[in-house]
């Protein structure tokens, strides 16, 4: 990544964040304050409970990935990142140099990806349309968080652990 594409994905407020391994295709919007550039071929992205975990499923199953920035406000522009994915879990050694990052709980992490960048791609993002932030949702941060006091977050995903099979439905 350049320079200017770093600046660019760093005031993003919104990500879109695409998978596949073995199943099927995973997309997902992200937000919050959860991505951290590294270095111009290395991002870091802070996971939270909540979802399928089919992210860290592609992972292990040594997956695609592609994130998509896109400007809302501005001039247009998307920038896709196309990676590989390695997983940092609660124990390794780097989790709390790298959670330090974000000045997050760590009982509310499920995991930390690092994404190492193998091509970048720039597009016009002249249909996207401009639209403003209006606030952060603060939802996910407040269920996970309820959870922990309750002593049921660790449950939920071992629970969650593993995301539905969806081959059932094809």
């Known amino acids: 990544m350049t320079e200017k594409n770093i600046k660019f994905i760093e005031v993003q407020r919104l990500f879109y964040l695409a998978s596949v391994s073995d199943k099927e295709v995973n997309l997902s919007p992200k937000g919050h304050d959860s991505l951290r550039v590294l270095d111009e071929s290395t991002l870091l992205f802070m996971n939270y409970s909540g979802s399928g975990n089919r992210t860290y499923r592609d992972a292990v199953n040594d997956g695609e990935f592609t994130m ?3 400007a809302f ?7 896709r990142l196309f990676c590989k994915a390695g997983i940092v ?11 330090a990052m974000f000045g997050e709980n760590p009982s509310l992490v499920r995991n930390l990806f690092i994404f190492h960048i193998y091509a970048v791609e720039i597009s016009c993002g002249y249909t996207v349309p401009e639209m403003a932030i209006k606030a952060e949702r603060t939802y996910l941060h407040d269920w996970m968080t309820d959870y922990v006091e309750k002593g049921r977050l ?14 059932a439905y094809r």
């Open 73 to 79: 406000e501005g001039k247009p522009k998307i920038v």
């Open 154 to 167: 660790e449950a939920y995903n071992i629970k969650n652990f593993t995301p539905p099979d969806l081959r």
């Open 89 to 99: 879990h609660k124990e390794d050694e780097a989790f709390e140099k790298y959670l």
């Open 68 to 70: 998509v920035f896109n």
